[in-house]
C-alpha cells in the first residue's frame, strides 16, 4: 500500500544550525510534494511545493529537494530559531483531488 | 488572506448523540475536505468536496456523512457518536487539483463521552 514516512522522532536542534527532516514514500510515483507546518493545536499552514522535475526550491531558509529515485524528500530550515519550533508535515498528491500527508516530525530548535 | 472557520474550537459530545461539525471558507475555493487527525496515524482524510452537493469519500468514512449545500459551507455529521470518534477535526479547502496548496481552519478538538 502507499505509505509516507517520516521520523517519528522528535528532532532537537541547537539555535542557528541547519534542521534537516525526511519524507520517504513507497509504492507511489507523485508528480508533486507539499510541506505543512502545524503548531500545537492548529491546522497546518502550507509552505513549499515542489514538483518532481525541480530537484531542489528555496523560499527564505527553507529548502526542499526531492528525489524521485531515491523516493525521498528532504526539508531544511537554515539558521534555525527557537521559533521554528513546530511539528513538519510532508504531503503527496495523489490523483486529483486527494492528499495523503505523513505524521509529522516534531522539531524543537533549542535557545 | 484566505480564512477558513470552524463552528467549534472544543466539543463535549456523549454516546450516541449526532454531531455537526461546521467549516466556512471565505475565498470561493473548488475543493472542500474533512480529515481527522490522531497521534500516531496523522491526517487521514474522511470526506472531500469538489463542487457543490458533490462528495466523495476518503480513507475513513465510516460513520460519518457530509454535506455541501454551498460552495462556501462544508458540513461533516456523526450520525450517532461513539468514543472512538474522540479526535481532531481539520477542514481545509483548496482552489484546485492537488497541485495546489490546502488552507486549513483552526480545528475542531472533539471528545465524546
Known amino acids: 500500500s502507499q505509505k509516507i514516512e517520516q521520523n517519528s522522532e522528535a528532532l532537537n536542534i541547537q539555535e542557528g544550525k541547519t534542521a534537516t527532516l525526511t519524507c520517504n514514500y513507497t509504492n507511489y510515483s507523485p508528480a508533486y510534494l507539499q510541506w505543512y507546518r502545524q503548531d500545537p493545536g492548529r491546522g497546518p499552514v502550507f509552505l513549499l511545493l515542489i514538483r518532481e522535475n525541480e530537484k531542489e526550491k528555496r523560499k527564505e531558509r527553507l529548502k526542499v529537494t526531492f528525489d524521485t529515485t531515491l523516493k525521498q524528500s528532504l526539508f531544511h530550515i537554515t539558521a534555525s530559531q527557537p521559533a521554528d519550533s513546530a511539528t513538519y508535515l510532508c504531503a503527496l498528491g495523489t490523483g486529483t483531488y486527494k492528499y495523503i500527508f505523513g505524521t509529522g516530525t516534531r522539531l524543537k530548535v533549542l535557545a | 488572506d484566505v480564512k477558513v472557520t470552524q463552528s467549534s474550537r472544543y466539543l463535549v459530545k456523549r454516546t450516541g448523540e449526532k454531531v455537526f461539525l461546521e467549516c466556512v471558507q471565505d475565498m470561493d475555493h473548488e475543493n472542500m475536505f474533512w480529515y481527522r487527525q490522531d497521534p500516531g496515524l496523522g491526517l487521514r482524510l474522511i470526506y472531500f468536496?469538489?463542487?457543490?452537493?458533490?462528495?466523495e469519500k476518503g480513507d475513513i468514512p465510516e460513520g460519518y456523512s457530509v454535506s455541501r449545500e454551498k460552495k462556501e459551507r462544508f458540513s461533516l455529521i456523526l450520525e450517532s457518536a461513539s468514543t472512538n470518534q474522540t479526535s481532531m477535526y481539520l477542514c481545509a479547502s483548496s482552489l484546485g487539483d492537488t497541485t495546489y496548496e490546502q488552507y486549513f481552519g483552526p480545528g475542531t478538538r472533539l471528545t465524546v463521552t
Open positions: 468536496s469538489y463542487d457543490v452537493k458533490m462528495k
